[in-house]
């Protein structure tokens, strides 16, 4: 199964299996990683799931649509790598990646 590692603002990491098809927000939930809210349940609609994802993987987790961005408006310390995680999809082609969270979401 692909790994991801969710890595905190302090620099704690987390690495765990996150099924194929299954959000990075959902992984990170079923391992109650902290730092990751998900608060719409991974609808696109708080923010509450907003990640910063390194250059070296910035085009497979694949494009950021409108919606998304107009969320990203709003959420606290965005940069031009951040995300979020409820829109990016696991795959075999992320397996590896580390994810790195914000410092918080609100």
Known sequence: MP????????GTRH???????TSLMQGALNYMVPGI???CGGLCACGTCHIYVPQQW??????????????????FD???NSRLSCQIQMSDALDGI???L???QY
């Open 98 to 100: 580390e994810i790195l």
């Open 58 to 75: 910035w085009e497979q987790c694949g494009d950021v649509e409108e919606l998304e961005q107009g969320i990203l408006a709003f959420a």
């Open 3 to 10: 790994k991801v590692t969710y890595v905190e603002a302090d």
């Open 78 to 80: 965005v940069e031009d």
């Open 37 to 39: 809210e998900g608060d």
């Open 15 to 21: 690495e765990v299996d996150v099924p194929v098809d």
């Open 102 to 104: 914000p410092d918080r």
